[in-house]
C-alpha cells in the first residue's frame, strides 16, 4: 500500500497493491495493521456502507456534528469526483477541502479524518461508493454543508446540473454550518 499526502496533512489517499495478469487481478482492499502502521490513524471501523447512484448524482456534503465519523472510501464500479471539507475550527486547514478522482481502474481509497465534510460526484455513468466508517450513523446528528457554497471554491466537474436530495439542497453555507472545535 502507498500513502500520497495531500493538501491537508491528515487526509490521504491510499494507493493498494495491485498482483494483476491475464486472469483479472487480486488487491487487498484494507488490512488493519498495514493502515495503522502507515497511517498512524489507530480508530476502530464499525460500519460498512455501500450506495450505487447515476451519472450526475451529487451526494453531500455530509457530516455528523456529534458521532463524527472518519470515512475510507473507494470506488468499486465507475468513478467519482470525492471532496472532503475540514470543518475543524481550531485547524489551519478550516475550511479548506481535498478533492480526488476514485475510480474501479485507479482502485484508491481517501480516508477523510472525523471532523470534515464529506461528499461526490458521480462523473460515469454510474458508480457503486464503498465506505468504512469509525463511528455509526446517526440521523439525528447528521448535518449538510452547502455543495456549491462559494466560500468552498469546491470545482466540481459537472456537465449538467447535479441530481441532489432534498437534504443537499438545503444544505448550509460554511458561514451558518455548525462546525468542531
Known amino acids: 500500500m502507498k500513502i500520497i499526502p495531500t493538501t491537508i496533512p491528515d487526509v490521504f489517499i491510499i494507493e493498494p497493491t495491485i498482483f494483476g495478469d491475464e ?10 495493521r498495514a ?32 458521532q463524527p465519523q472518519g470515512k475510507l472510501v473507494r ?20 475550511g479548506q477541502s481535498v478533492s480526488v478522482l476514485l475510480s474501479a481502474q485507479n482502485h484508491r481509497q481517501l480516508w477523510i479524518p472525523p471532523g470534515f465534510a464529506h461528499g461526490f460526484l458521480v462523473v460515469s455513468d454510474n458508480a ?12 439525528e446528528f447528521e448535518r449538510s454543508l452547502l455543495w456549491n457554497d462559494t ?23 460554511l458561514s451558518q454550518a455548525e462546525c468542531f472545535p
Do not use: M
Request: hydrophobic fraction near 40%; glycine fraction near 6%.
Open 23 to 32: 486472469r483479472g487481478f487480486f488487491l487487498e482492499s484494507f488490512n488493519q
Open 75 to 94: 470506488v468499486t464500479v465507475g468513478e467519482v469526483f470525492d471532496v472532503c471539507v475540514d470543518l475543524r475550527q481550531s485547524s489551519p486547514t478550516f
Open 35 to 66: 493502515f495503522e502502521k502507515q497511517t498512524g490513524v489507530h480508530l476502530p471501523f464499525v460500519q460498512d456502507n455501500h450506495s450505487r447512484s447515476a451519472k450526475n448524482v451529487l451526494r453531500g456534503l455530509h457530516y455528523q456534528i456529534r
Open 151 to 173: 466560500a468552498l471554491a469546491i470545482d466540481w466537474p459537472l456537465s449538467a446540473a447535479p441530481i441532489l436530495s432534498a437534504k443537499d439542497q438545503a444544505g448550509l453555507p
Open 128 to 139: 457503486e461508493f464503498l465506505y468504512k466508517t469509525t463511528d455509526y450513523y446517526a440521523p
